[in-house]
C-alpha cells in the first residue's frame, strides 16, 4: 500500500496522488475566497454556501470541515442544524436564501427553471461581483468536495467548537 492509498486500499487520495493539481485547487480557492470577500459576502454567508452545496453532494469530510469554520466565523448551531431545510425556516435572510438558492443552481445545473429563478433571486440581493462570487464559491466546493468523496478521505473524532452566539 502506497502513502497515497486509503486504509482499505480501494481507493487513492488523488489529493496526495496528484499534488500539484490538488494545489492549483487550493491556489484556486484560496483566490475565490479573495474575491468572495471583496465582493462584500461575509464569512458566514460563504461557509453557509459551502455547506449546503456539501450537503447536496454528500461529502462528509468537506461537511466536518466547514461546519467548524461556520462556527469559528460565528455562525449559529440552530442555523446549521437546519440548513439543509433552509427554505422552511425564517432564520435566513433574503441575501442568504438567494445565495443558498444559486448555490444549489450551481451544483445542479440542468434544473434549468430552478437556474433561472436561483439566478433571478440573486440578482435582486447582489451585484454582478457579489453574483460572481458566490457561483465561484460553488464551483470550487463542488470540486474538493469530488476529491474528498472519491478519495473516501475519513472524518475522524475532534474536539468540539463552541458554537458563538449571534
Known sequence: MSATTPADGRRVYVDKQTPKAYQALVQTSEEVRASAAEAGLDRVLVELVNLRVSQLNGCAYCLDVHT????????????????????????????ERA??????????????????????????????????????VAITINAFNRVSILSKHPVRRAPAIPAPGR
Not at 467548524?68 to 441575501?95: I, P, S, Y
Open 68 to 95: 467548524r469554520a461556520a462556527l469559528r466565523a460565528g455562525e449559529t448551531t440552530q442555523r446549521l442544524g437546519v440548513l439543509a431545510a433552509w427554505r422552511d425556516t425564517e432564520v435566513f435572510t433574503a441575501r
Open 99 to 136: 445565495a443558498l438558492a444559486l448555490a444549489e443552481a450551481t451544483t445542479h445545473p440542468a434544473d434549468a427553471s430552478a437556474q433561472e429563478t436561483a439566478y433571478a433571486a440573486a440578482r435582486e440581493e447582489f451585484d454582478d461581483t457579489g453574483l460572481s462570487a458566490i457561483v465561484w
